[in-house]
């Protein structure tokens, strides 16, 4: 929604006499709310999934050149992840937003992204709460050291810091994490 929308809606608001700074965002916010949905991926979802984790890596690493093509992304994610993983989808209007593979036999938060447009929204923790569900066993993820807001993340929903490695794929330092429910937050 555009400046001028939440302008006249805050206006709209002030002619009522209602609420002060905070509760009039609070309001906006609920009224232009999207609905989340979390699905399984399917087949058909290969294309959309890729280019929104290439897209999404690509912008949260913008100095970076990740060494592997776009091709052997889209082969790592159908032969791996499609394989060994569960992966759920999120989707706003029909849209894949974000998405997160989860390797249950390993206990392994493989990947987690979501659209660089729709985040601080809710949906990565929707999806991450999905995993602890399926995992009451627990958790471990590596997340690169340099990727402060993904970190800052996991933290706040009860991840750990168990060591340091370096990243197989793009030979950037790691960080490794863990969850259990004993660790856990409640949010």
Request: proline residues 3%.
């Amino acid at each position: 929604m555009g400046c001028g929308i939440r302008a006249l809606f805050v206006g709209f608001l002030d002619g009522l006499g209602w609420g002060g700074e905070t509760e009039k965002r609070d309001v906006f916010k609920l009224f232009t709310m999207k609905v989340i949905t979390i699905r399984s991926y399917k087949p058909s979802d290969l294309e959309s999934v890729v280019q929104l984790w290439y897209k999404t890596w690509h912008q949260t690493f913008p100095h970076l050149q990740h060494p592997q093509a776009y091709s052997v992304w889209k082969e790592r994610f159908s032969h791996e992840f499609v394989r060994d993983g569960e992966i759920f989808l999120a989707e706003v209007e029909k849209q894949i937003v974000g998405f997160i593979v989860l390797i249950k036999d390993k206990q392994v938060l493989s990947q987690l992204f979501i659209d660089e447009k729709y985040q601080r929204q809710g949906i990565g923790t929707k999806l991450l709460n999905r995993a602890k569900a399926l995992s009451p066993q627990g958790l471990k993820l590596d997340a690169l050291r340099e990727n402060i807001k993904a970190r800052a993340f996991y933290e706040r929903h009860g991840f750990k810091i168990a060591g340091f490695s370096i990243n197989e794929f793009n030979g950037q330092p790691n960080v490794e994490y863990y969850w259990t429910p004993e660790n856990a937050v409640s949010h």
